[in-house]
């Protein structure tokens, strides 16, 4: 069973983000407002300084925002 490397994960999650949201043309504030979250707590997100302890239910309103599946947090591009 391969192990699954939390920080290179999380790296990806944020990385795909900003990704998503610059692809959308959203800014933080934006995606904050639209995810039902703080601005703050986006920027952590994606500065990848702070490991963040996302919640399934965050990352779902984050998704929905975007108008991606939670699959696509994951891929790397």
Same mark, same amino acid.
């Given at each position: 069973?391969?192990?699954?490397? #939390? ?5 990806? =999650? +944020?990385?795909?983000? !900003? ?6 043309? =959203?800014?933080?504030?934006?995606? *904050?407002?639209? *995810?039902m979250c +703080? &601005? +703050?707590?986006?920027?952590? #997100?994606?500065s990848q300084?702070? %490991? !963040?302890n996302v &919640? %399934?239910? &965050? ?5 929905? *925002? =975007?108008?991606?599946? #939670? *699959?696509?947090? %994951? !891929? !790397?591009?």
């Amino acid at each position: 069973m391969t192990k699954i490397n #939390i920080y290179n994960e999380y790296n990806t =999650l +944020s990385d795909n983000i !900003k990704y998503y949201r610059n692809e959308r043309n =959203l800014t933080q504030e934006q995606l *904050a407002e639209r *995810a039902m979250c +703080s &601005t +703050s707590y986006i920027k952590q #997100i994606e500065s990848q300084r702070n %490991f !963040k302890n996302v &919640t %399934f239910i &965050t990352l779902t309103n984050i998704c929905n *925002a =975007l108008d991606i599946n #939670i *699959a696509d947090l %994951f !891929k !790397k591009n």
